[in-house]
């Protein structure tokens, strides 16, 4: 029986594409874990704080930010500057003071109404009303920036999580003469909604901080609001 060998030329041309094979192959493995890394690193969520302070609606200038800056000093991490009542441009005006202030001492700011507020003023977010969760189709602002949604509903909070939310406030918990008209959902129905999402959930709406631990027993990140951390 013979056996026929290869030219020497092409021997090394063979093994030469064998070797490009297990490089490519090489870099394909090495491409992979880096970009599950990755993944694994992006999906997981921002450590959120116990509460998330929404601002009373400004008054006087220099006591609010003197408020805010107790607020701070006290712990709070992250905010809602409530705009209510205010034109875009002073709105915008006290945001820049605000962002500036609560960055000092490693707050998050959310802003709400323009979306093209958050990136011009230097915030780290946007925060949805239930009008404005209502009317939104798309994630109004890119990752990595925070968007926030309110709701009182189960349904709305899913549509909150289908466009990207990154949290949910949900209210209200009990009563509360802001929502006059809509049943306290309580701690019970508080927990009955977090269970069917994964979107984190702060309790909103007749609560304080002093209800942090009942919020977070019911299945929440904790409470938002300002009863109890504003300190003004």
Same mark, same amino acid.
Request: hydrophobic letters at 40%.
């Given at each position: 029986?013979?056996?026929?060998?290869?030219?020497? $030329?092409?021997?090394? %041309? &063979?093994? #030469?594409?064998?070797?490009? %094979? @297990?490089?490519?192959?090489?870099?394909?493995?090495?491409?992979?874990?880096?970009?599950?890394?990755?993944? !694994?690193?992006?999906?997981?969520?921002?450590?959120?704080?116990?509460?998330?302070?929404?601002?009373?609606?400004?008054?006087?200038?220099? &006591?609010?930010?003197?408020?805010?800056?107790?607020?701070?000093?006290?712990?709070? #991490?992250?905010?809602?500057?409530?705009?209510?009542?205010? *034109?875009?441009?002073?709105?915008?005006?006290?945001? !820049?003071?605000?962002? @500036?202030?609560?960055?000092? =001492?490693?707050?998050?700011?959310?802003?709400? /109404?323009?979306? *093209?507020?958050?990136?011009?003023? $230097?915030?780290?977010?946007?925060?949805?009303?239930?009008?404005?969760?209502?009317?939104?189709?798309?994630?109004?602002?890119? =990752?990595?920036?925070?968007?926030?949604?309110?709701?009182?509903?189960?349904?709305?909070?899913?549509? /909150?999580?289908?466009? /990207?939310?990154?949290?949910?406030?949900?209210?209200?918990?009990?009563?509360?003469?802001?929502?006059? @008209?809509?049943?306290?959902? /309580?701690?019970? $129905?508080?927990? #009955?909604?977090?269970?069917?999402?994964?979107?984190?959930?702060?309790?909103?709406?007749?609560?304080?901080?002093?209800?942090?631990?009942?919020?977070?027993?019911?299945?929440?990140?904790?409470?938002?609001?300002?009863?109890?951390?504003?300190?003004?």
């Amino acid at each position: 029986m013979t056996t026929t060998s290869l030219p020497r $030329g092409r021997k090394k %041309k &063979e093994g #030469r594409r064998e070797k490009e %094979k @297990d490089f490519f192959r090489l870099c394909t493995d090495i491409s992979g874990s880096i970009l599950w890394a990755l993944i !694994r690193i992006l999906s997981v969520p921002m450590e959120l704080p116990t509460h998330y302070l929404i601002t009373p609606s400004p008054g006087d200038r220099a &006591e609010f930010l003197a408020a805010l800056e107790c607020s701070l000093q006290a712990g709070t #991490r992250l905010m809602q500057l409530k705009g209510k009542g205010m *034109g875009t441009q002073e709105y915008a005006e006290l945001a !820049r003071e605000v962002i @500036d202030l609560a960055h000092r =001492h490693g707050c998050k700011v959310l802003l709400t /109404g323009d979306p *093209g507020l958050v990136e011009k003023l $230097g915030a780290d977010g946007l925060h949805l009303d239930s009008k404005a969760l209502k009317s939104a189709v798309t994630r109004p602002v890119p =990752h990595p920036y925070l968007l926030a949604i309110s709701g009182h509903t189960l349904e709305a909070l899913e549509k /909150g999580e289908a466009i /990207g939310a990154s949290f949910a406030v949900l209210s209200p918990i009990q009563y509360t003469s802001a929502h006059p @008209d809509i049943e306290p959902l /309580g701690w019970g $129905g508080l927990m #009955r909604i977090a269970e069917q999402l994964a979107l984190p959930l702060y309790a909103l709406g007749g609560v304080s901080a002093d209800d942090e631990q009942a919020a977070i027993q019911a299945g929440a990140r904790g409470v938002a609001g300002h009863k109890g951390y504003w300190k003004g």
